[in-house]
């Protein structure tokens, strides 16, 4: 296993930014709508949905690498 390649996590920080950006972008209403009900979700849930996505993530980038 090599060191850190800072192009790499550079890169996938820049995509990250840019699919980030597509809401708002797209579709500020339906955007704004999913930050406000997001904001009356409970923190234990938000948690278990960005643990979920963090282990989905992890398994593609597991499969592509």
Same mark, same amino acid.
Request: net charge positive.
């Given at each position: 296993?090599?060191?850190?390649?800072? @192009?790499?996590?550079?890169?996938?920080?820049?995509?990250?930014?840019?699919?980030? &950006? =597509? %809401?708002?972008?797209?579709?500020?209403?339906?955007?704004?709508?999913?930050? @406000?009900?997001?904001?009356?979700?409970?923190?234990?849930?938000?948690?278990?949905? &960005? =643990? %979920?996505?963090?282990?989905?993530?992890?398994?593609?980038?597991?499969?592509?690498?």
């Amino acid at each position: 296993m090599g060191g850190l390649d800072w @192009q790499d996590l550079l890169s996938a920080i820049a995509l990250m930014m840019v699919f980030e &950006g =597509l %809401g708002p972008f797209m579709a500020p209403d339906g955007w704004r709508r999913m930050a @406000q009900a997001a904001s009356k979700t409970a923190s234990k849930t938000i948690r278990a949905v &960005g =643990l %979920g996505l963090m282990i989905v993530g992890l398994a593609l980038l597991n499969l592509v690498r």
